[in-house]
T-cell receptor, first 116, second 114 residues
Framework: AQTVTQSQPEMSVQEAETVTLSCTYD???????LFWYKQPPSRQMILVIR??????QNATENRFSVNFQKAAKSFSLKISDSQLGDTAMYFC?????????????FGKGTKLSVKP | DTEVTQTPKHLVMGMTNKKSLKCEQH?????MYWYKQKAKKPPELMFV???????INESVPSRFSPECPNSSLLNLHLHALQPEDSALYLC?????????????FGPGTRLTVT
């Protein structure tokens, strides 16, 4: 069975600074996808970034980038130039491929607070 | 339009009531999901529909009954719930079930069982 671990229940960062959220996972699968989802307070969950395990290049989306270390089974999220709107719960998630049947395995989440 | 809508936003019900949660998407997605999320916890998958057929039931008690009347709508019928069923119920959709597609989440229905 796959597991996803987020070891930082809460983090805070000053506006405009950089913060890194950590995620590790355990799987025996060779093909899979990893995701970071953001859930702002009382707002809907949205996908921030995704990484295909077969790709060596780290995914980036504007201020968001990942550090994917397949051998170490590590998938951290870096947020640059933090903004107040980045305040949210961040979930790391795993999906095996093929055969996932849409089943996202979530970590327990990291609550990020961006302070002015 | 990349929106999943859910009604109602909030619901309070007694343990003997029958109520329904509704989810709608107009993105042409053929996979739809129900999740349950307790406070400060990640979402837990309950049901998955693919092409309006139930594909996954994650051992959910029978007091939760899903229904997919058409490709845009997903309902969750509730009956004889327990206080521990109080949670945020999230609906999501994705283009297909086979393959890896982004899941788009709705804002959720916050359910309180008294």
């Amino acid at each position: 069975a796959q597991t996803v671990t987020q070891s930082q229940p809460e983090m805070s960062v000053q506006e405009a600074e950089t913060v890194t959220l950590s995620c590790t996972y355990d799987t025996s699968e060779n093909n899979y996808y990893l995701f970071w989802y953001k859930q702002p307070p009382s707002r809907q969950m949205i996908l921030v970034i995704r990484q295909e395990a077969y790709k060596q290049q780290n995914a980036t989306e504007n201020r968001f980038s990942v550090n994917f270390q397949k051998a170490a089974k590590s998938f951290s999220l870096k947020i640059s130039d933090s903004q107040l709107g980045d305040t949210a719960m961040y979930f790391c998630a795993f999906m095996k491929s093929p055969g996932s049947q849409g089943n996202l395995i979530f970590g327990k989440g990291t609550k990020l607070s961006v302070k002015p | 339009d990349t929106e999943v809508t859910q009604t109602p936003k909030h619901l309070v019900m007694g343990m003997t009531n029958k109520k329904s949660l509704k989810c709608e998407q107009h993105m042409g997605h053929r996979a739809m999901y129900w999740y349950k999320q307790k406070a400060k916890k990640p979402p837990e998958l309950m049901f998955v529909y693919s092409y309006e057929k139930l594909s996954i039931n994650e051992s959910v008690p029978s007091r939760f009954s899903p229904e997919c009347p058409n490709s845009s709508l997903l309902n969750l019928h509730l009956h004889a719930l327990q206080p521990e069923d109080s949670a945020l119920y999230l609906c999501a959709s994705s283009q297909e079930l086979a393959g890896i597609y982004e899941q788009y989440f709705g804002p959720g229905t916050r359910l309180t069982v008294t």
